[in-house]
T-cell receptor, first 112, second 115 residues
């Protein structure tokens, strides 16, 4: 089974609204990372949050991490059409932190 | 400053042929990772290499697949005697150091199609 599982699998919202995506994982982690993937392209790193951190911001992005619940959320505020993409969480495990374990992703569509 | 470069972007092979996928990491990065992505799925780790060393190949099939990262030149993922199930997008990523708390920088992938 997946280490990281995103919820929802697909999300469609209007431009200007906020988008929230969730990620759950099973084993202890060193860090959790969020990536964006546009269709036909590689992954672009968004935010890395370490296991001893609870919240991190970058521009319109806000990531939270709750290690007691083994879950994380990615919030994109004031969404734009250009935010349309698939979003993946990836966990860096304590053993072998260099090996990222990805979830199946959330496909986000921003409607103009 | 070029990012991670992968080539070719698209590769078509017939069953039984060999596929060679190349990856040049970002300048200054000495750690390379290969992942495979099936349609509508997340990426699955295959192998982690440093120059001239395979560090972790736990995600790579034992047969037909091999990877190298020579002292000079790009990292190569080699698939021998390809089968239809090898059809996927193969992504390479790189990072500069040894600590796990660093993001990985991805190339745009090689899309492998097996006829």
């Amino acid at each position: 089974s997946q280490q990281g599982e995103e919820d929802p699998q697909a999300l469609s919202i209007q431009e200007g609204e906020n988008a929230t995506m969730n990620c759950s994982y099973k084993t202890s982690i060193n860090n959790l990372q969020w990536y964006r993937q546009n269709s036909g392209r590689g992954l672009v790193h968004l935010i890395l949050i370490r296991s001893n951190e609870r919240e991190k911001h970058s521009g319109r992005l806000r990531v939270t991490l709750d290690t007691s619940k083994k879950s994380s959320s990615l919030l994109i505020t004031a969404s734009r059409a250009a935010d349309t993409a698939s979003y993946f969480c990836a966990t860096g495990l304590i053993q072998g932190a260099q090996k990222l374990v990805f979830g199946q992703g959330t496909r986000l569509t921003i409607n103009p | 400053n070029a990012g991670v470069m992968q080539n070719p972007r698209h590769l078509v092979r017939r069953r039984g042929q060999e596929a060679r996928l190349r990856c040049s990491p970002m300048k200054g990065h000495s750690h390379v990772y290969w992942y495979r992505q099936l349609p509508e799925e997340g990426l699955k780790f295959m192998v982690y290499l440093q120059k001239e060393n395979i560090i972790d190949e736990s995600g790579m099939p034992k047969e037909r697949f091999s990877a190298e990262f020579p002292k000079e030149g790009p990292s190569i993922l080699r698939i021998q005697q390809v089968v239809r199930g090898d059809s996927a997008a193969y992504f390479c990523a790189s990072s500069p150091g040894t600590t796990g708390n660093q993001p990985q920088h991805f190339g745009d992938g090689t899309r492998l199609s097996i006829l």
